[in-house]
């Protein structure tokens, strides 16, 4: 006589269990979407960090940071983007948030001493490195270390620095650069002019170092260009740098030769050149 009661009590059983895999299904569902829209984001953030316009990328991750503050992965990417955009302040404004929060790493730490590098906040660019351990050896890291030991005038530290830097890296004409501008400031001119030297060897397109390779050259007097690789209008600007520098050690003749040839060189006019010809002759 119980039978008949059996009969929906499993039908409702069954319904309850047909809902339970319903209610699994779409979660698994619901779960996937997410995990799309994770990967769709994380591929987003990659594309305007490397290829957006800087402020563009700034304003994207302006208003993601926005949404998610506690995320560390936005608020990176709001301080790199104001880093590309060379808002310098805004900058090391948030690499300061990023070192403060969960997660935050060395590199971080090394990228808001070097936004503050950039800020020219040297005392404080100082104290963020310090805060970094020194088994954190990295190019950038020891980089800024030299920079700053620079700004201190602590040429010792500075040139352990610049060595370390240079063996850490495949790329090292920049920092030689920067390693031989130290030099020039130290009045250290063949120190100098060896390191322009290698670094155009390294990359022959830095012209900043072909600039300073003259200067250091014109400071011992030696007004000939150096045989490194250059364009006509390089050439042209290597003699007006160099006329400059002649005028500024009282080398009138020689400085006026040398806008001579600068102007006579250069493919197109050459006001700069022209003037600084026109401002001595008329004195």
Not at 10 to 30: D, N, Y
Not at 138 to 163: G, M, P, Q
């Amino acid at each position: 006589m119980r039978q008949p009661f059996l009969i929906p009590a499993v039908v409702v059983c069954g319904l309850i269990v047909s809902a339970c895999a319903k209610e699994s299904e779409e979660e698994k569902v619901e779960r996937t979407f997410q995990e799309v829209n994770v990967i769709d984001e994380t591929n987003l953030n990659d594309v305007m960090l490397n290829a957006a316009d800087p402020n563009e990328a700034v304003t994207y991750f302006h208003g993601a940071a926005s949404k998610n503050p506690g995320r560390i992965d936005l608020q990176r990417g709001l301080a790199i983007s104001l880093t590309r955009a060379k808002r310098t302040t805004e900058a090391a404004a948030a690499w300061k948030r990023v070192t403060t929060m969960k997660g935050a790493t060395n590199a971080d730490r090394v990228d808001y001493a070097g936004a503050l590098v950039r800020a020219g906040s040297w005392d404080q660019a100082r104290a963020a490195l310090d805060k970094v351990p020194p088994t954190h050896e990295t190019f950038k890291r020891y980089r800024l270390e030299a920079l700053v030991a620079d700004a201190n005038k602590d040429w010792k530290r500075s040139d352990h620095f610049y060595e370390t830097a240079v063996g850490l890296t495949t790329r090292p004409a920049g920092v030689m650069n920067n390693w031989g501008y130290s030099k020039l400031t130290r009045g250290q001119y063949s120190d100098a002019e060896r390191l322009f030297t290698e670094a155009i060897r390294q990359d022959n397109g830095l012209f900043t170092a072909k600039n300073n390779l003259v200067l250091a050259r014109s400071a011992q007097g030696n007004y000939t260009l150096p045989v490194i690789p250059m364009s006509q209008s390089e050439r042209a600007q290597l003699l007006n740098t160099m006329g400059i520098s002649a005028v500024k050690q009282g080398d009138v003749a020689t400085a006026k030769n040398l806008f001579r040839e600068a102007i006579a060189t250069h493919p197109q006019h050459f006001d700069e050149a022209v003037r600084s010809l026109r401002a001595l002759e008329e004195a």
